[in-house]
């Protein structure tokens, strides 16, 4: 079985200010400098980002942004550019995210010109997608899930997947203390790489990294990251505990 390099995003959220920002980052720099199997990404806010990636520079942390506009640049009041992006040498893009989806009404429409934008734009995405609980409790997970895997994924080419990393993330876990059990999570994770295999190809499906995300925390992490579908985490809450985000990454390396 072809082996994935775990990835772990910490998504800030609008959480931290500069001198708390600065300090997390310390820490998960750290972390991330004994932790040598696993990819760790951070996603601060916006104008905590340049000073952050002063103090992860020299780790093996990259940076990340939580959002983006899709357009190269003009009259976007409140937006911020790719290209502004790259200049605070931001390499990953979240794009889909629960919160840009239900609380900022962010279509799949939307979604999809923005991944094929960042795309384009030689980014990693971060592909957030997840069923409500009233869609879960419909039965209607897969029928969500899939759906958003294949609208995002709509202008990517079997090439550019290489950059594409899927997060899945069911809407009533996040930031609510419930996690998906491991071997819910784990059928979903397995449906989605099918989906890949047959969009794309047994290689693709191989080597996509498809991260689990909703209350993640040192002491679920373990169970969640033996699942031979789970590739690493995307974590909100515990990744605002320099001490939480350090034991997550060390249980994926
Ligand atoms: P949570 O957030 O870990 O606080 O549930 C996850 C996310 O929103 O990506």
């Given at each position: 079985m072809m082996q994935r390099r775990p990835i772990i995003g910490g998504n800030w959220k609008m959480n931290t200010n500069l001198e708390t920002g600065m300090a997390l980052a310390s820490q998960v720099a750290d972390a991330a400098s004994t932790a040598k199997g696993c990819d760790v990404v951070i996603y601060p806010p916006f104008p905590a980002l340049q000073a952050i990636d002063s103090v992860i520079s020299s780790s093996p942390v990259t940076l990340g942004a939580q959002n983006f506009w899709p357009e190269d640049c003009g009259a976007f009041t409140g937006e911020v550019s790719c290209e502004m992006l790259t200049d605070l040498c931001v390499t990953s893009l979240l794009i889909g995210h629960s919160e840009r989806r239900?609380?900022?009404?962010?279509s799949d429409v939307l979604i999809a010109k923005k991944v094929d934008f960042a795309i384009r734009m030689d980014f990693q995405v971060v592909l957030c997608v997840g069923e409500t609980l009233v869609q879960r409790e419909a039965g209607n997970t897969l029928e969500i899930v899939l759906g958003q895997v294949q609208s995002g994924l709509e202008s990517v080419k079997h090439d550019s997947m290489k950059n594409i990393v899927i997060a899945y993330e069911p809407v009533w876990a996040i930031g609510t203390g419930k996690t998906a059990s491991a071997e819910d999570a784990q059928a979903v994770h397995s449906a989605i790489r099918q989906e890949l295999a047959s969009r794309y190809d047994d290689d693709v499906a191989s080597s996509t990294r498809i991260q689990y995300g909703g209350s993640v925390k040192p002491d679920n992490a373990k169970e969640l990251f033996a699942c031979s579908d789970i590739d690493g985490a995307l974590v909100?809450?515990?990744?605002?505990?320099g001490e939480s985000f350090a034991a997550i990454i060390e249980a994926a390396c």
């Open positions: 239900h609380v900022l009404h962010e909100g809450g515990a990744a605002l505990s």
